[in-house]
């Protein structure tokens, strides 16, 4: 049976399969603690070889549009692929019609070990396309979702992030777990909180939703450092936490261990020569790891061809390029740092070296945080009308004021 014939495949046989106790699921998978997370465009075969190398013990694929998928041939090949080393695997979809999301998940069911309803995007595009974080406004549609992916014969899990009430996160939560979901994995933010709002994870928020399910969950948020582990499984009791940007800046951090940058940019390199995938997706993973070097370069205008060509690369062989001359002009100072180990004070570290992104905590969800929000999107929205721009042009005009602000303060 080919991939174009079992789009008209009688998928009522799989509704006999009895299901598999959530237990046993997760015991099956071999109890996974260090999770990489779907990513848009960023979790694809080659990062998650790259991943599994490095202490990653359960993947999920980058998240994967049903209805693209179901019907484009083109999509699918490109956002789908796996081998034999890529187990366990979780397949993400995201969805907003039950049929739609069986049918497309019908096609990847022999190729993973479970598929993962996307119910967490908060970008603006999810809003768009009411998918993600934006399906939380309608759970009859959720359960529905969920109750039509398990006719499939392999295990569905659920990705979400939290409510600002704890008390409605533990009860969509539950709700989710009664549909059928075997394993849940709780981002700690709410759907506001994203770009320059995104703040930081609430743990506590997570433990009270561990608590109150029967089912193994994850926990998504905060984890920068291999040390940010041991401390949020202590604290939300959950079963593993699934990391994404601190994976992004340091595919290494399982196993507690910072390189230089062009350390696992290389070897990423090296897997997508084996393993192909668009240029974009290249660049994408070089930008997120070398983003503290380019930082540095446009500060202090050292390599700046480096970064240029960096930005420039249309090709793998000149992306190879690009990172062979970043670690011939760097890697005699790095000597000295080797084997030293990244403390949380990341402004200590050399710039070369993979680190996180610095979070601080946000005042979100306090009334001061929604009354400036608030203030904010009038002032927008007054200057607009009166320079008769667009809203965006506004924004922009207020990004390029701050930047002029910053250096002159500089």
């Not at 997570?206 to 041991?230: C, E, H, M, W």
């Not at 290494?252 to 910072?258: A, H, I, K, S, V």
């Not at 205008?301 to 990172?323: F, I």
């Amino acid at each position: 049976l080919n991939k174009c014939e079992i789009l008209y495949f009688d998928f009522s046989i799989f509704t006999c399969i009895m299901p598999e106790d959530p237990w046993q699921f997760y015991n099956r998978i071999g109890q996974p603690k260090y999770v990489v997370a779907p990513m848009v465009e960023q979790s694809e075969l080659p990062w998650r070889l790259l991943s599994r190398r490095h202490g990653a013990q359960l993947c999920y694929t980058p998240m994967l549009h049903a209805g693209n998928f179901l019907t484009d041939e083109v999509y699918r090949k490109t956002h789908f692929t796996t081998c034999p080393e890529d187990r366990p695997l979780i397949a993400q979809f995201c969805a907003n019609e039950p049929e739609t999301l069986f049918n497309a998940a019908a096609l990847v069911a022999d190729q993973c070990d479970a598929i993962d309803i996307n119910l967490g995007c908060p970008q603006t595009i999810a809003r768009r396309g009411k998918y993600g974080a934006y399906l939380q406004d309608d759970w009859d549609l959720v359960s529905s979702l969920i109750k039509s992916a398990c006719r499939l014969p392999i295990p569905v899990t659920c990705k979400i992030r939290i409510f600002p009430e704890v008390r409605r996160t533990v009860e969509y939560a539950q709700m989710i777990q009664a549909s059928g979901c075997m394993l849940l994995a709780v981002h700690g933010r709410t759907r506001e909180q994203k770009g320059r709002n995104c703040g930081l994870a609430d743990w506590n928020h997570i433990a009270t939703v561990k608590s109150a399910l029967q089912i193994p969950v994850f926990a998504n948020g905060n984890i920068r450092y291999f040390n940010d582990i041991d401390r949020c499984l202590k604290c939300t009791g959950a079963d593993g936490v699934m990391c994404a940007e601190g994976n992004l800046s340091n595919p290494y951090l399982f196993e507690n261990r910072q390189a230089p940058v062009w350390e696992p940019c290389l070897e990423y390199l090296n897997l997508v020569k084996e393993y192909p995938c668009p240029i974009s997706f290249v660049r994408a993973h070089l930008f997120k790891l070398c983003h503290r070097w380019q930082v540095y370069i446009c500060f202090f205008y050292h390599y700046l061809d480096l970064c240029e060509n960096l930005h420039k690369c249309t090709d793998l062989d000149e992306a190879v390029t690009v990172v062979q001359h970043l670690k011939s002009r760097f890697s005699d100072i790095s000597e000295e740092w080797l084997g030293q180990s990244l403390t949380e004070d990341a402004d200590s570290a050399p710039f070369w070296q993979c680190q996180p992104r610095s979070r601080t905590s946000s005042s979100f969800q306090t009334s001061e945080w929604i009354e400036k929000r608030k203030n904010r999107k009038e002032f927008i929205v007054r200057q607009a009308n009166e320079l008769g721009i667009s809203k965006h042009q506004v924004k922009r005009l207020l990004r390029l004021s701050n930047k002029k602000r910053k250096l002159k303060e500089a």
